[in-house]
């Protein structure tokens, strides 16, 4: 069932529209009843629709609830990913007009920074490799080409970026290779300067959807504007508010661009919230009306008032944990709440220690969002360079992390010989082994072993064409004496088995994955794409993550804690005048919670070794004073948070005596 503004969002076909949806305001209904009414009502062909999203998980869900509305057939032949999954897919199709060979390698962060590393002077530190670093990503999600990003250059450090991404751009080349930001600039520099393959995609692809608009850069929109042209067949669903990636090159005026590029733009606002208290979404709207719009909207919601909002005063971190830790307990026990229903929000992952340290205490479990990813285990991505390898031999980054692994006796000496010999002839790596040439230079030893991985490799590149992805993992397992080398060389039995089952997973999420015509490469590079937020699956646990992580979920009951100046907002961000979007973080917590809020604070912080007087979070004071439960000041709800603190200790104490 839908509401009328819902209804009208659903139903608008004939011009671009612009869906603003509040927090919990059913978006995702809108967009997945949008593509069923084009198929159903429209009957426009599934395969011309695409619906983008900004993470797999979330195009996952969509693609789901899409199918419980039309056929499994028409399901199937829909477009619903990711923006860098479409880019990858233009770039598969289109790879000859971006100057690459079919087979190419998408290079994950380590390999790019590794890249840039090498090609920065050296001994530069770590944070000026990181400054190069993002401003040479910054270039490209303007849309930049290095020529373009050093004509822009206006400082020392901004040329000598846009220096360093020339070279880089022609080591991704000689690598047959993309990073991240090349999805999505490739195709965008493709569209717009060829008008025969843009017509072929406006063809393709006849009406777009996109979700959480609000965090489009400048490339994406410029690429979702070449996709569609004047004919405007688009629905942009998002919502300025939750605008909270400028950091990361988001550009909220995009939603404004849209009424510029598309004078007939119809606008539908979503206000009815499906999702909190009367309470949480009043202090959530009293809170946001202190940024400016340029469209006002207000939610309402048809929910109970709910409980008071707590605002807690603690001494410092570890009181503060300790004080959530209490409340948790005793929503568990006392209201039979289970900890999955829970979440823990902060600022910045520095501030999760003590609260770890305080749940673990209290036998509380938890799940750490943004902790090492399942693709970040050095036995996958081990896995994932042999595979990039076999599709790709000029991947020079897949060929230094998997040429001494398993050991081979290969050394620093060898491998820089090699790689001066490569470059003096504008060869791979993998090339460069099969030359008598370079081999005669070398010792016996490494030039036997890189003779015999050449070898290897051919052996598993012909075995790669007639074998599925998920039995080849297991054929390189088993032929380069990977998991024969973990068995030995990993004396705890736990840490041995979970490696062993991270590589069973692998070839299972290949044999899931595979459909026809996808090659080992091709999956390779999907999983390439997967975030930390596509593999969390906490079970049950309470949630802990920053506030940026935290979009797009709910949960019954939300602690927001470090909510002093400071913290939340942040300092940098107070110093440089962006409170906006701070509050607009702030204002994305707040809405995270269905019926509890817990705002805590603490009145001295330790930063680099000193102690620091703090202040109430600004925020705090612009929420409606009438609903917040301010500790100290309240007598009821102090009594409460007494008590909920003595149930806690008795039930740590029970735990202990009962050897829990």
């Not at 068995?487 to 840490?495: E, K, L, N, Q, Y």
């Not at 004073?625 to 948070?641: I, M």
Request: proline residues 4%.
């Amino acid at each position: 069932m839908l509401n009328p503004q819902q209804q009208a969002a659903v139903e608008h076909c004939d011009t671009p529209l612009l869906v603003l949806a509040g927090a919990g305001s059913g978006k995702t209904s809108v967009i997945t009843q949008k593509i069923a009414y084009l198929i159903q009502r429209k009957r426009l062909a599934p395969s011309r629709i695409a619906a983008i999203t900004f993470t797999n998980k979330a195009a996952r869900e969509m693609r789901e609830r899409v199918g419980k509305l039309v056929s499994a057939e028409d399901a199937a032949a829909l477009t619903v990913s990711t923006f860098h999954a479409l880019g990858l897919k233009f770039l598969q199709i289109e790879h000859g007009r971006a100057g690459l060979r079919r087979g190419f390698s998408v290079l994950d962060a380590d390999d790019s920074g590794g890249i840039v590393k090498e090609l920065a002077p050296k001994g530069v530190k770590n944070d000026v490799l990181f400054g190069i670093r993002n401003l040479l990503s910054r270039a490209k999600n303007g849309g930049l080409s290095p020529e373009e990003a050093l004509a822009a250059a206006r400082s020392p450090r901004e040329l000598e970026a846009a220096t360093i991404y020339d070279l880089y751009q022609q080591r991704l080349a000689a690598f047959n290779a993309v990073d991240f930001d090349d999805l999505i600039r490739l195709p965008l520099r493709i569209l717009e300067a060829d008008a025969e393959c843009r017509d072929a995609w406006r063809e393709r692809l006849r009406y777009l959807l996109v979700d959480e608009y609000q965090d489009t850069n400048d490339a994406q929109y410029r690429l979702l504007k070449a996709l569609t042209g004047e004919r405007g067949s688009i629905t942009c669903v998002g919502d300025d508010d939750q605008s909270i990636y400028a950091w990361r090159g988001a550009n909220p005026e995009n939603i404004d661009q849209l009424g510029r590029d598309w004078p007939n733009l119809r606008v539908i606002k979503l206000e009815q919230n499906y999702r909190c208290g009367k309470r949480i979404l009043r202090a959530a709207n009293k809170l946001i009306a202190n940024n400016p719009h340029l469209h006002e909207k207000k939610l309402w919601s048809e929910h109970p008032e709910g409980a008071p909002i707590r605002v807690l005063e603690c001494k410092e971190a570890e009181h503060e944990a300790e004080r959530i830790a209490a409340i948790a307990t005793t929503l568990a026990e006392k209201h039979k709440a289970r900890w999955e229903d829970m979440a823990i929000l902060y600022r910045g992952n520095f501030q999760a220690r003590p609260l770890e340290k305080a749940l673990r205490l209290a036998r509380i479990p938890y799940h750490l969002t943004g902790a090492l990813s399942f693709l970040d285990r050095a036995e996958v991505k081990d896995l994932l360079c042999y595979l990039r390898l076999l599709t790709n031999p000029s991947d020079d980054a897949a060929f230094l992390r998997v040429v001494n692994v398993p050991k081979r006796e290969i050394g620093a000496t060898t491998l820089e010989k090699l790689g001066q010999f490569a470059q003096s002839r504008h060869s791979s790596l993998l090339d460069a082994t099969r030359s008598d040439s370079v081999l005669r230079q070398l010792t016996p030893r490494p030039a036997a072993a890189l003779a015999s991985f050449a070898t290897l490799l051919d052996e598993l590149r012909s075995a790669s064409l007639h074998e599925s992805a998920a039995d080849l993992v297991e054929r390189i397992l088993k032929r380069t004496g990977y998991a024969a080398q973990i068995a030995v060389s990993t004396p705890d039995a736990a840490v041995r088995e979970r490696k062993l089952g991270n590589l069973k997973e692998l070839a299972d999420w290949f044999r899931a994955m595979q459909k026809g015509g996808n090659t080992a490469g091709d999956l390779a590079s999907q999983l390439a794409l997967l975030s930390h937020a596509d593999r969390d699956e906490p079970g049950n646990a309470v949630r802990m993550m920053t506030l940026h992580a935290a979009k797009g979920l709910e949960f019954r009951f939300v602690f927001i804690v470090g909510c002093e100046d400071g913290t939340l907002p942040h300092e940098g961000a107070i110093d440089e005048g962006r409170t906006d979007e701070e509050r607009r973080l702030m204002y994305v917590g707040i809405t995270r919670a269905k019926e509890l809020l817990t705002l805590s604070w603490s009145a001295k912080t330790k930063r680099w070794g000193e102690v620091h007087n703090n202040q109430p979070s600004r925020f705090l004071h612009e929420l409606p004073q009438a609903d917040l439960h301010w500790q100290g000041k309240d007598p009821e709800a102090d009594k409460e948070v007494t008590r909920e603190t003595a149930e806690s200790h008795m039930a740590k104490i029970k735990a202990m005596l009962a050897g829990g």
